[in-house]
C-alpha cells in the first residue's frame, strides 16, 4: 500500500511576498516599544537604534517601515560596499548585523558618519550588540550608546495576530477558533508559527482541502512530537 507520505504530491513552493505596511504591522505588547521606536523617527534618543528579538518576530517588517518613511538606503558595512558613503548622506539601515557580519572598522565609520551628519542608523538583530562578536573597542564604545529595543517573547495575543497574518499573506482566511486551537497547543516562539503555516498550507494545497482542525492536529503533532498530536 503506497503510503500517505509517498502519495501526496506537495505543490511547488511558490514564494508569498508578506504585506509590509504600516497599516498591517501587527501591535501587541511584546513590539510595542519596537513599533512606538518606529513611528516617532525622527525624534529618536540616540542617532543609531538596534532593534533585537527572536526569528519571525517583525523586525524586517518594522525595517521596511522605517526605510520607506526616512528614504534610507539599505547598506552591508563591508569594506567597498559604499556604506560609509551612504551614511554621510542619509539615513542609512543594515538588517541582521548579527547573522550577515560587519567589517568593524567600516561600522565603526558608518556610525561617526551618521553621528557627524545628522543622520540616523536602524540596525535590526537577532542579538543585543553585547553578543556581537566586536573586536575594536571604539565600535564596541559605539554600540553602548545605542538605543536598543527589544521584542519580546510572543504572548498569546501575538502568536493569533502572527498566524492570522501569515494566512493573509498566503490569500488564506482561517476561523478564529482554530487560530486559538492552534496556539494553545503549538510551541511558543514565532519561528514556530511561520512553520506550522508553511506546512498547513502546503498540506491543504497538496489534499486539495480546506485549513481544518483535523488538518491542524496532524501537524501540530508532526511538529511536536513526530506522531499524531493528541487532544
Do not use: C
Request: proline residues 6%; aromatic residues 6%; without cysteine.
Amino acid at each position: 500500500m503506497t503510503s500517505r507520505k509517498t502519495a501526496e504530491q506537495l505543490p511547488l513552493a511558490f514564494g508569498h511576498d508578506p504585506a509590509t505596511g504600516r497599516d498591517d504591522l501587527l501591535v501587541a505588547e511584546p513590539v510595542d516599544a519596537a513599533v512606538a521606536m518606529i513611528d516617532a523617527w525622527p525624534h529618536w534618543p540616540a542617532p543609531v537604534v538596534i532593534i533585537a528579538g527572536p526569528i519571525g518576530s517583525g523586525k524586517s517588517h518594522l525595517a521596511a517601515i522605517w526605510r520607506e518613511k526616512a528614504g534610507a538606503a539599505l547598506i552591508e558595512p563591508e569594506p567597498g560596499r559604499g556604506a560609509e558613503a551612504a551614511a554621510e548622506h542619509g539615513p542609512v539601515l543594515i538588517e541582521d548585523a548579527d547573522r550577515k557580519g560587519f567589517d568593524d572598522r567600516t561600522l565603526f565609520h558608518v556610525i561617526n558618519n551618521v553621528r557627524q551628519n545628522g543622520h540616523t542608523l536602524l540596525i535590526t538583530s537577532r542579538l543585543w550588540p553585547m553578543s556581537w562578536p566586536v573586536d575594536l573597542p571604539d565600535l564596541r564604545s559605539r554600540l553602548k550608546a545605542a538605543t536598543v529595543v527589544e521584542i519580546g517573547e510572543p504572548d498569546d495575543e501575538l502568536l493569533s495576530q502572527v498566524i492570522v497574518k501569515l494566512f493573509a499573506d498566503r490569500q488564506l482566511f482561517v476561523d478564529e477558533k482554530l487560530v486559538a486551537y492552534i496556539v494553545a497547543r503549538m510551541e511558543r516562539s514565532l519561528e514556530a508559527a511561520q512553520t506550522l503555516v508553511e506546512r498547513l498550507d502546503r498540506l491543504a494545497l497538496a489534499r486539495g482541502s480546506r485549513i481544518t482542525r483535523a488538518l491542524a492536529q496532524e501537524v501540530l503533532g508532526e511538529m511536536v512530537g513526530g506522531g499524531d498530536f493528541e487532544e
